[in-house]
């Protein structure tokens, strides 16, 4: 069973790239606090945040991707309304 992400036991969870964008809002937020803290490791938290940031967006974009080749393919999906998987086994 997926914890976060809809799937059959799951109908009601989230869209991946939309948990990814939270993830990544988050990240903005924590950063914001620090940006100006020029101790040296803040700056170090800070240029890894920047990191992870980019590496969450390259993922939002995959995310994002996917669920368009499988709407363009199948339509939308009914996994929220317990309908079949479009790809995959149940």
């Given at each position: ?5 809809v799937?059959?036991e ?24 620090i ?6 490791e ?14 969450l ?15 363009k393919?199948?339509?939308p ?14």
């Amino acid at each position: 069973m997926t914890r976060f992400l809809v799937s059959d036991e799951n109908p009601t969870g989230y869209k991946l790239e939309d948990i990814l964008s939270v993830i990544r809002a988050d990240v903005l937020k924590r950063c914001a606090k620090i940006a100006l803290d020029e101790r040296v490791e803040a700056q170090h938290v800070v240029a890894n945040n920047m990191e992870v940031l980019a590496h969450l967006t390259k993922a939002i974009e995959l995310a994002k991707n996917s669920t368009h080749v499988l709407n363009k393919a199948f339509g939308p999906s009914k996994a929220g309304e317990g309908g079949a998987p479009r790809i995959g086994v149940a």
